[in-house]
């Protein structure tokens, strides 16, 4: 623990490569099980974050090391990067079928309308069946659909999908 606590010690900024690499370096020689390693390793990271330049120049660094200690700090970063990767594509998956189910409540709640705006008015309100077809935002539709149940005329319908939509009449 105390090596994973050198991420939070007062050093200067121009001392971080040196830091990690220090750190990577002592966490080889403590040979703990991989996901103790792994924990430690984690929460260094966590505070101690190198920029692009700072990780290339760690990187020149760890290829003056043994043979032997860079491919256990390989081990070691390679395992974080796959468990980041797999967790980057499981949120990624799940956001998309979020974004995909609210989607597909848009298009539902859009075919709705048109079906309500063809049955009451028919082929005349082909025009504003066009003009919900545009509109994206699912609270804007439930408005609408919430709306045009009170119209009565084809001209109400028209008035109630303008106001809501920002057009003018």
Not at 25 to 35: F, G, S, T
Not at 75 to 95: D, M
């Amino acid at each position: 623990m105390a090596a994973a606590l050198l991420s939070k010690m007062g050093f200067k900024p121009e001392e971080k490569v040196t830091v990690k690499l220090e750190f990577m370096r002592m966490l080889v020689r403590l040979k703990l099980d991989p996901a103790r390693m792994e924990l430690l390793a984690g929460f260094f990271e966590t505070y101690l974050k190198l920029n692009r330049e700072e990780e290339e120049q760690y990187n020149r660094e760890l290829g003056k090391l043994d043979r032997k200690e860079v491919d256990v700090i390989m081990q070691i970063t390679t395992s974080w990067h796959e468990k980041g990767r797999a967790e980057g594509l499981a949120e990624g998956r799940e956001e998309g079928r979020a974004e995909g189910r609210a989607e597909g409540r848009v298009e539902r709640t859009r075919e709705i309308i048109c079906k309500y705006l063809t049955r009451k008015f028919g082929e005349r309100s082909a025009n504003l069946q066009q003009k919900v077809g545009q509109v994206t935002d699912l609270e804007q539709l439930d408005h609408i659909l919430e709306d045009l149940f009170a119209a009565s005329t084809l001209e109400e319908a028209r008035a109630i999908i303008n106001d809501d939509i920002g057009e003018p009449l």
